[in-house]
């Protein structure tokens, strides 16, 4: 079942360019900035909020903290932010990226690792359960890696669990490497509670042929 807090309530807004349909219907929006995020807040929050509540992550965020998310991409500058979409209104899927350098905490952390000015951040990564296992995420991943300005940033990093679920697989997969350096995130879980859980940063070089 689809719930309709996934649904985008707007659809005559003029829609972000669709950067691939894919045959199971479901398209792939870049949105360029905030009027192109507009329509998509709520149906965002949904899924985002229903894929981060799921084990390992276990995260309970409100909507607007959400939507916050999303706003806060679209206004940075060289972001990659795109959302897979259903005719329907569902948001299926989201991939968002952008500068390290806009992710403070992560920036500071890797120091040291990688050269800050020149590395790109695969942020946010996640398919809603019932769309799972037929490639999205892997497109999500690949897409990002082709639009990304690789003129300007050589290296894209990325954290992940550190219980290594399906996302370590589909990286190591996309060509991506364990650093074995890890992060304490703290966040609130379901149940209310703060809590501080171990991710791992994953890496990859990019040159401009990808
Ligand atoms: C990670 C996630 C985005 C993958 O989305 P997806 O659409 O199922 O991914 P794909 O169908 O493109 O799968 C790509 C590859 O990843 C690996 N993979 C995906 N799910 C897997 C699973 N449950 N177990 C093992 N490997 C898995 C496989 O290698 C798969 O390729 P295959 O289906 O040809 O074997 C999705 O599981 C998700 O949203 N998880 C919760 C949020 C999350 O962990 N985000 C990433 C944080 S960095």
Request: cysteine-free.
């Amino acid at each position: 079942m689809e719930p309709s807090l996934y649904s985008a309530m707007a659809t005559s807004i003029a829609e972000p360019p669709v950067v691939r349909v894919r045959e199971d219907g479901i398209r792939i929006l870049r949105l360029r900035g905030p009027a192109d995020a507009e329509p998509w807040r709520a149906a965002f929050a949904g899924a985002y909020q229903a894929i981060w509540s799921e084990p390992p992550y276990d995260e309970r965020f409100f909507p607007d903290e959400a939507e916050g998310i999303l706003l806060r991409a679209v206004r940075l500058p060289d972001h990659v932010t795109l959302l897979a979409v259903r005719e329907s209104g569902i948001v299926a899927g989201f991939g968002i990226a952008y500068p390290v350098q806009a992710k403070s905490d992560v920036a500071r952390d890797i120091r040291g690792l990688l050269p800050v000015e020149d590395t790109f951040y695969f942020a946010e990564l996640g398919v809603l359960e019932s769309y799972r296992r037929s490639g999205l995420g892997q497109e999500l991943v690949q897409l990002r890696l082709d639009l990304m300005d690789k003129a300007r940033y050589h290296h894209v990093l990325l954290r992940t669990s550190a219980s290594r679920n399906a996302s370590y697989e589909m990286y190591l997969r996309l060509g991506f490497e364990d650093t074995g350096v890890y992060m304490e995130v703290k966040s609130r879980k379901n149940d209310g509670s703060q809590r501080t859980d171990r991710r791992l940063f994953l890496s990859r070089v990019v040159g401009k042929d990808g």
